[in-house]
Each structure stands twice: as structure tokens, then as C-alpha cells.
């Protein structure tokens, strides 16, 4: 695929709404508030920071801030960022379809317009999805490298049912067995889950293939 040379404004433009959409995020996140109010409520305290949504959101915001330093500061990134970018990607568009066909109507979708959750769970998907669509990384991911985009999904699982083992609080509602039907639920609800990321993983690895440089510095 033949390079496209962004004009000079417009890569300046990139990075100032990446660092937009950064704060944007951030503040949706409302993480500086996770001790305050009831105790019992679900996002209390480090139950807050557990949630695959919240630490999706903060892959991507790291995300946004890297590129947008390397095109203020003209530096071209290396190989490791497509992965971080990737997974951003793949993490974020997790929790989006996620959030919809599974938690719609459940305890934590809050029934009513909330910008927090629209930010976390609807616009920041798309946002991450058009980007890395417009602006694709330099360099693709194969399909057996893909597999490096698991590596957090899978550390995250570990460490839901360890914490989950300690403290009894878990942060979905489909790897509750008390309310996904057993253990036996929540064994499917994973397994599907599992074979969702790798083959959305894949699909993300093949249209990066595609997609490949177009003169960006990441």
C-alpha cells in the first residue's frame, strides 16, 4: 500500500484531540471518587479499579497519550506500540459489545443517560475503532502474534477469581455463579468470551494487515 502523507495541521489536529479525548476519558472515569459514598456500593473502593471496563479505558487513554506525544515531538515509536494500540482496540471494542448485549438491564447498566457510561461504554469504543481504522499503525500483527493482545484479558481473569475467592464481590454478573447458574454457567460465559477475543484478535490482526503504514509515526 502506497504511504499517505498526512498534511502537517492535520497530524497536529490528531494529537490535540487524542489528548481531548484522553481527559475526556479520565474524567468519565470519576476514579478520584472511588472512596467516597456508600461502602456498599459496587464500584466502592479497589472494586472500581477491577472492572475490565475501567482498566480497558485505561490502556486506551495511555494509548492516546503516547501517539500524541510522539507527533508533537516528531518521534517515531516502536514495534511494542502496535501491540498496546492493538489491544487498546481489541479491549475497548470488548467492553462496548459486551456492555450491550450482556449488561443492558442488569444492576450496572443504570437505565437512564449517563455520560460516565456513555464515554466508557459506547463512545470510547467507537472513538478507538475510527481511529485506528483512519490512522493505522505503521507496521500489521500477524496472526500468530495476535495472540500477545490475550496476554491482559487472561491476567485479568486470574485475577478476578483470586480476588473474587477473597473478597466475594465479582465485577460482572456472568462470572457470578451466583447469578450465571453455577460454576457450569460461568464456565460458558468465559469460554465464549475466550473464543470471541481470538477471533476478534484475528480479525483486528488481518486489518492491520490491510491497512499497513501510512506514514503515521506509530
Known amino acids: 500500500?502506497?504511504?499517505?502523507?498526512?498534511?502537517r495541521n492535520l497530524k497536529w489536529l490528531n494529537a490535540v484531540i487524542l489528548i481531548i479525548m484522553a481527559i475526556v476519558t479520565l474524567d468519565a472515569s470519576s476514579f478520584w471518587t472511588a472512596w467516597e459514598g456508600n461502602p456498599?456500593?459496587?464500584?466502592?473502593?479497589?472494586?472500581?479499579f477491577s472492572y475490565f471496563t475501567l482498566q480497558s479505558n485505561f490502556i486506551a487513554t495511555a494509548t492516546y497519550l503516547i501517539a500524541a506525544a510522539a507527533i508533537l515531538q516528531k518521534k517515531e515509536l516502536g514495534e511494542w506500540f502496535k501491540y498496546l494500540r492493538g489491544g487498546a482496540v481489541l479491549y475497548m471494542m470488548v467492553t462496548g459489545i459486551v456492555f450491550a448485549v450482556l449488561l443492558r438491564n442488569t444492576p450496572l447498566d443504570p437505565g437512564h443517560f449517563s455520560w460516565g457510561d456513555f464515554i466508557l461504554h459506547e463512545f470510547g469504543p467507537i472513538f478507538i475503532t475510527v481511529w485506528w481504522l483512519l490512522w493505522p499503525s505503521r507496521k500489521p500483527i500477524t496472526a500468530a502474534k495476535a495472540f500477545y493482545l490475550l496476554i491482559f484479558p487472561l491476567l485479568w481473569v486470574i485475577y478476578t477469581f483470586i480476588r473474587a475467592s477473597i473478597t466475594g464481590w465479582y465485577p460482572y454478573p456472568f462470572l457470578d455463579?451466583?447469578?450465571?447458574?453455577?460454576?457450569?454457567?460461568?464456565?460458558?460465559?468465559?469460554?465464549?468470551?475466550t473464543v470471541f477475543f481470538i477471533m476478534l484478535s484475528q480479525l483486528l490482526a488481518w486489518i492491520s494487515r490491510a491497512r499497513e503504514n501510512n506514514n503515521t509515526l506509530y
Do not use: D, E, I, Q
Open 1 to 7: 500500500m502506497k504511504p499517505t502523507v498526512l498534511p
Open 40 to 48: 456498599a456500593f459496587p464500584g466502592y473502593g479497589w472494586n472500581r
Open 177 to 193: 455463579p451466583a447469578t450465571a447458574g453455577g460454576a457450569s454457567g460461568v464456565t460458558t460465559y468465559v469460554c465464549g468470551l
